[in-house]
């Protein structure tokens, strides 16, 4: 059974950073597109970045140039480095896999505050 425990979030300020961390059982994760996604509120989750078993990045429009995304297949850890974060960046964080999806973890909370 795959598991997924995101962690790092919290509070911002504007123009600030965050850096999110995704531990992720899974015998075969290395070779798994994995992805992060948010839900702010009263909206619906939406794909944040996704990144390929061999580092090959893609992300949302809002994302580009702040948002980094990235992998330890060691370690079976996904990560999203946030900066320049914008009230817009509020919301729950999850990671999950790209093109398959497993149980959705507990997600992390980020609040960016002005």
């Known amino acids: 059974q795959v598991q997924l425990v995101e962690s790092g979030g919290g509070l911002a300020q504007a123009g600030g950073s965050l850096r999110l961390s995704c531990a992720v059982t899974?015998?075969?994760?290395?070779?798994?597109?994995m992805a992060w996604y948010r839900q702010g509120p009263g909206k619906q989750r939406e794909l944040v970045a996704c990144?390929?078993?061999?580092?090959?990045?893609n992300y949302m429009d809002a994302a580009k140039g702040r948002f980094t995304i990235s992998r330890d297949n060691v370690k079976n850890m996904v990560y999203l480095q946030m900066t320049m974060m914008t009230l817009e960046d509020t919301g729950v964080y999850y990671c999950?896999?790209?093109?398959?999806?497993?149980?959705w973890g507990p997600g992390t909370q980020v609040t960016v505050s002005s």
């Open positions: 999950n896999g790209r093109a398959v999806h497993w149980d």
């Open positions: 899974h015998k075969f994760f290395a070779i798994n597109d």
């Open positions: 990144i390929s078993g061999g580092g090959t990045t």
